[in-house]
């Protein structure tokens, strides 16, 4: 259909759809989309094609809260998505890369994110094929480790171990105290030297780091 032009008698021929704002009458359009010679109604099914020029979207919360109810999926297309500001997120799907600060509900700290995999650490310090034989003498559980992401105890000895986030663990410079049968993981990460003291028989030990 080539474009052309439809006169129009004033107080004549068909009815034309008139909004009233202010006194004013302003006529009424359905829109529709497509190349020449065909037409699409705009529509849920059929919405109004959208292209970003420049391919960045800006929204401003003015300061409030943005708010969206339901379901909201955001891909960077290969690129990056930069948000300033503050985001709560409850669900998250797919990899996520931070940079910057994260402020956490209890407060503002750093977020540990540790490793998809993790993997026995080869024995260190006074740990032979993962066990340490406890006395009454400071014994190195493991040595520092930038890579370490978990540790775990298990006391299948008698008395009392003292184990301390350093060096030089005795019964009274100590920060954990395990009594026989006690198993713990450690539930925070520490990547230097952790030693123990007293006891006797053996502390089972397990020092994972990034794989």
């Keep these: ?74 891909s960077d297309g290969g690129g990056a998505i930069t948000v300033d500001g503050t985001v709560a997120v409850s669900s998250v799907s797919g990899t996520v890369a931070v940079t910057g600060t994260v402020t956490a509900n209890a407060g503002t700290g750093t977020h540990l994110v540790l490793p998809a995999v993790s993997v026995i650490r080869a024995d260190t310090g006074d740990v032979t094929a993962g066990v340490l034989t406890l006395g009454a003498a ?14 775990i105890l298990q006391h299948v000895g008698t008395g009392t171990v003292y184990v301390n986030f350093a060096a030089g663990a005795t019964a009274s410079v100590r920060r954990l105290q395990l009594e026989p049968g006690a198993y713990w993981e450690m539930p925070f990460k520490h990547v230097g030297v952790v030693s123990c003291y007293g006891g006797s028989g053996s502390l089972l030990v397990t020092d994972l780091e990034a794989g």
């Design 138 to 151: 400071e014994k190195t559980i493991g040595t520092a480790n930038t890579d370490r992401t978990g540790l």
């Design 1 to 74: 259909m080539a474009y052309g032009d439809v006169s129009v008698t004033e107080g004549t021929g068909k009815d034309v759809a008139v909004d009233t704002i202010d006194s004013q009458e302003f006529q009424r359009f359905k829109p529709a989309f497509g190349t020449e010679g065909n037409a699409v109604d705009v529509s849920a099914t059929d919405p109004l094609p959208v292209v970003l020029t420049p391919a960045t979207v800006t929204i401003s919360d003015g300061g409030n809260v943005i708010t969206v109810d339901g379901l909201v999926t955001v």
